[in-house]
């Protein structure tokens, strides 16, 4: 129709001249193109864009496997789902097989990576077989000082901590119970409605609630629980998800609660921690290595997405999964990642030896000048003490850097107000802002736990220092209406440890002033840190505990409190475990070989001596035998 209205062109295209058919072809070419092109950029639900370009690229692949193929497992067959991509020696397609020792050296989900398979390196011990670099389970309980769960799982003697515990433990069944029943499979419950919630924080990933809670379940003995969902996780944890995920919540709590799962249990769930493991490698392809905050799971296309400036408390808070995801994979990658970073971040300049919460992954330079020990700066400092701790002291950098890093704070930033709280204060480019985050209150904790290993002398110092935070705190508490702490409080104008602006008086039923109780119990022994345990136990019951789950609240200061329907799963994570842990002997998890990442889950101290020396036993046995 077009053609026909054209002059001096006949309806049919033979009588079209030859110019006007190279114009007519090289304009339907164009519009080809374009509209190719375009399937890049629809969103990958689109129905069009998964038939031309996913099937081929990005399979759901259903891998059932064996405890037999990697050492130190159960028993248990597990199916869980794995994207495969492609490779340049392997068609795409979906394939349901057996992952013995053998099938792993047919494939392995390092080998399935698209941009991280670009680096041969990625190839697990864990899944080739590898002799002498396979994760032996048995060595690691051997290499414990002493049992995981205490002598009786912790059990306090006397009879009133013996019921606030059971109390607790209460509380995490009504929690959990309510997110199997009305959210089950989704990331967190919304209590108010009664429905679940899947947020954006994860990509595609879902049950966060779930994998959150496995560990919490197994030390309250909530056996049940705990098997509904080990068998959710073997079963239903879908890995191949399209979106975009935030890599350090994806770590912290996907990484770190299946690391937890399998360091406590022998659950077999290391497989999947691999592969999520070597999703989460493309992030750091920049030209720093310094990864972006945001990765793409699923997806065949773009390993990381946004653009703009890396944060310190994302980029620095995945240190201790990376280390065991080496252990376990056998492979040295994830350890060359974090090591990367931290040499960037110790050649570049520091303002007044301050860490600033923003670094430009291009160009490895500081964004601007905000530090804080709350959001955005605050899991940083915790990894690097916990570095050093889990690497059985033997991490010296780590010490130095923490011990360095704690002695810019304490010149710039501790402050005490004028009724004679001590509290961490914000630096934004030399000038202070009087301010203190609700996530700052693990600090307590934090320099508690790091008293002893400074310089020497400093020890009551760090104690105390920790100690007097960790009041200010609770105060941050105890000057509200419900009992429960602000997001954020000030020490200005008149204020001391409360909420000025009406934007920071909400509470999501965050953990870090109760991590701080838990930590000052295991290290004072102060009957105080449990009574103010159990000051949040009560408030939480009172205000955040709802017909079908519990609920953040918007202002702590109303005596009538509005609720913001959601629980967290970090409520499950940490905020509980914490307080069983407050009100267990400290025989449950010992400190001496357990280090909680910063999502609560507990990773073990990898003494590399021990485990060297365990393994060279089992060769030396399996030579004589042979
Ligand atoms: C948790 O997800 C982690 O503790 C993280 O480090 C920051 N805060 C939330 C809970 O408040």
Same mark, same amino acid.
């Given at each position: 129709?077009?053609?026909?209205?054209?002059?001096?062109?006949?309806?049919?295209?033979?009588?079209?001249?030859?110019?006007?058919?190279?114009?007519?072809?090289?304009?339907?070419?164009?519009?080809?193109?374009?509209?190719?092109?375009?399937?890049?950029?629809?969103?990958?639900? *689109?129905? +069009? =864009?998964?038939?031309?370009?996913?099937?081929?690229?990005?399979? &759901?692949? %259903? /891998? #059932?496997?064996?405890?037999? $193929?990697?050492?130190?497992?159960?028993?248990?067959? *597990?199916? +869980? =789902?794995?994207?495969?991509?492609?490779?340049?020696?392997?068609? &795409?397609? %979906? /394939? #349901?097989?057996?992952?013995? $020792?053998?099938?792993?050296?047919?494939?392995?989900?390092?080998?399935?990576?698209?941009?991280?398979?670009?680096?041969?390196?990625?190839?697990?011990?864990?899944?080739?077989?590898?002799?002498? $670099?396979?994760?032996?389970?048995?060595?690691?309980?051997?290499?414990?000082?002493?049992?995981?769960?205490?002598?009786?799982?912790?059990?306090?003697?006397?009879?009133?901590?013996?019921?606030?515990?059971?109390?607790?433990?209460?509380?995490?069944?009504?929690?959990?119970?309510?997110?199997?029943?009305?959210?089950?499979?989704?990331?967190?419950?919304?209590?108010?409605?009664?429905?679940?919630?899947?947020?954006?924080?994860?990509?595609?990933?879902?049950?966060?609630?779930?994998?959150?809670?496995?560990?919490?379940?197994?030390?309250?003995?909530?056996?049940?629980?705990?098997?509904?969902?080990?068998?959710?996780?073997?079963?239903?944890?879908?890995?191949?998800?399209?979106?975009?995920?935030?890599?350090?919540?994806?770590?912290?709590?996907?990484?770190?609660?299946?690391?937890?799962?399998?360091?406590?249990?022998?659950?077999?769930?290391?497989?999947?921690?691999?592969?999520?493991?070597?999703?989460?490698?493309?992030?750091?392809?920049?030209?720093?290595?310094?990864?972006?905050?945001?990765?793409?799971?699923?997806?065949?296309?773009?390993?990381?997405?946004?653009?703009?400036?890396?944060?310190?408390?994302?980029?620095?808070?995945?240190?201790?999964?990376?280390?065991?995801?080496?252990?376990?994979?056998?492979?040295?990658?994830?350890?060359?990642?974090?090591?990367?970073?931290?040499?960037?971040?110790?050649?570049?300049?520091?303002?007044?030896?301050?860490?600033?919460?923003?670094?430009?992954?291009?160009?490895?330079?500081?964004?601007?000048?905000?530090?804080?020990?709350?959001?955005?700066?605050?899991?940083?400092?915790?990894?690097?003490?916990?570095?050093?701790?889990?690497?059985?002291?033997?991490?010296?950098?780590?010490?130095?850097?923490?011990?360095?890093?704690?002695?810019?704070?304490?010149?710039?930033?501790?402050?005490?107000?004028?009724?004679?709280?001590?509290?961490?204060?914000?630096?934004?480019?030399?000038?202070?802002?009087?301010?203190?985050?609700?996530?700052?209150?693990?600090?307590?904790?934090?320099?508690?736990?790091?008293?002893?290993?400074?310089?020497?002398?400093?020890?009551?110092?760090?104690?105390?220092?920790?100690?007097?935070?960790?009041?200010?705190?609770?105060?941050?508490?105890?000057?509200?209406?419900?009992?429960?702490?602000?997001?954020?409080?000030?020490?200005?104008?008149?204020?001391?440890?409360?909420?000025?602006?009406?934007?920071?008086?909400?509470?999501?039923?965050?953990?870090?002033?109760?991590?701080?109780?838990?930590?000052?119990?295991?290290?004072?022994?102060?009957?105080?840190?449990?009574?103010?345990?159990?000051?949040?136990?009560?408030?939480?019951?009172?205000?955040?505990?709802?017909?079908?789950?519990?609920?953040?609240?918007?202002?702590?200061?109303?005596?009538?409190?509005?609720?913001?329907?959601?629980?967290?799963?970090?409520?499950?994570?940490?905020?509980?475990?914490?307080?069983?842990?407050?009100?267990?002997?400290?025989?449950?998890?010992?400190?001496?070989?357990?280090?909680?990442?910063?999502?609560?889950?507990?990773?073990?101290?990898?003494?590399?001596?021990?485990?060297?020396?365990?393994?060279?036993?089992?060769?030396?046995?399996?030579?004589?035998?042979?």
């Amino acid at each position: 129709m077009v053609l026909r209205k054209l002059p001096g062109v006949s309806a049919s295209g033979m009588g079209l001249r030859l110019s006007q058919k190279f114009v007519f072809l090289l304009f339907l070419s164009g519009l080809v193109t374009l509209c190719f092109g375009a399937l890049f950029f629809l969103p990958d639900t *689109v129905r +069009l =864009k998964r038939i031309f370009l996913s099937k081929n690229e990005n399979p &759901a692949v %259903t /891998v #059932e496997h064996q405890r037999a $193929s990697l050492k130190g497992g159960e028993g248990a067959n *597990v199916k +869980l =789902k794995v994207s495969r991509k492609p490779s340049v020696t392997h068609g &795409a397609r %979906t /394939v #349901e097989r057996s992952v013995g $020792s053998r099938a792993q050296e047919e494939w392995s989900p390092a080998r399935a990576q698209e941009p991280a398979a670009r680096d041969e390196r990625v190839t697990s011990a864990a899944h080739n077989g590898e002799r002498g $670099s396979a994760y032996s389970y048995e060595a690691f309980k051997t290499c414990l000082l002493k049992p995981a769960l205490g002598k009786n799982q912790g059990t306090p003697p006397d009879s009133e901590t013996l019921q606030r515990r059971e109390k607790v433990k209460e509380m995490m069944k009504f929690a959990w119970d309510n997110y199997k029943r009305y959210a089950w499979g989704n990331n967190e419950l919304r209590p108010l409605t009664r429905n679940g919630h899947l947020g954006n924080m994860f990509g595609g990933l879902r049950g966060a609630s779930i994998v959150d809670s496995l560990d919490t379940l197994y030390i309250m003995g909530l056996m049940e629980e705990y098997e509904e969902a080990k068998e959710w996780v073997q079963n239903n944890l879908d890995l191949n998800s399209n979106g975009e995920a935030s890599l350090f919540e994806v770590n912290i709590r996907y990484v770190g609660g299946l690391l937890s799962a399998y360091y406590l249990t022998g659950a077999e769930v290391r497989f999947s921690l691999i592969c999520l493991g070597e999703k989460l490698l493309p992030a750091f392809n920049t030209p720093t290595g310094i990864p972006r905050g945001v990765i793409n799971l699923g997806s065949w296309s773009w390993g990381w997405a946004s653009a703009g400036s890396s944060i310190l408390a994302e980029f620095g808070t995945l240190h201790l999964e990376f280390l065991h995801l080496s252990q376990l994979s056998g492979n040295p990658l994830f350890t060359e990642k974090v090591m990367n970073i931290r040499k960037l971040l110790n050649k570049i300049e520091k303002p007044h030896g301050l860490y600033p919460n923003f670094l430009s992954p291009v160009s490895g330079n500081w964004v601007q000048h905000h530090v804080s020990i709350g959001g955005l700066g605050d899991s940083f400092y915790e990894y690097l003490i916990k570095s050093y701790l889990m690497s059985d002291k033997t991490d010296q950098e780590a010490q130095k850097m923490y011990y360095s890093a704690m002695e810019a704070i304490e010149t710039n930033l501790v402050q005490k107000s004028p009724g004679g709280l001590t509290y961490l204060a914000e630096w934004r480019g030399g000038i202070l802002d009087h301010k203190m985050g609700h996530l700052a209150c693990f600090s307590g904790g934090m320099i508690g736990i790091g008293a002893d290993d400074g310089p020497a002398g400093q020890r009551q110092h760090y104690l105390d220092l920790a100690a007097e935070i960790t009041h200010t705190c609770h105060e941050s508490y105890s000057r509200s209406a419900t009992k429960l702490g602000p997001e954020a409080f000030r020490f200005d104008a008149g204020a001391e440890a409360t909420a000025t602006r009406l934007s920071d008086r909400y509470y999501i039923l965050r953990p870090e002033v109760i991590e701080s109780y838990m930590y000052m119990w295991r290290l004072t022994h102060d009957p105080k840190y449990r009574e103010w345990g159990w000051e949040a136990v009560e408030a939480l019951e009172k205000h955040c505990r709802v017909d079908a789950g519990f609920s953040g609240i918007r202002d702590v200061y109303a005596s009538t409190v509005s609720h913001d329907n959601m629980q967290q799963s970090f409520f499950l994570s940490e905020t509980l475990k914490y307080l069983y842990l407050l009100f267990s002997d400290d025989d449950l998890l010992p400190l001496e070989d357990w280090v909680f990442n910063t999502e609560a889950h507990p990773l073990p101290v990898i003494r590399k001596r021990c485990l060297q020396e365990h393994s060279a036993t089992q060769d030396h046995g399996q030579t004589n035998l042979e």
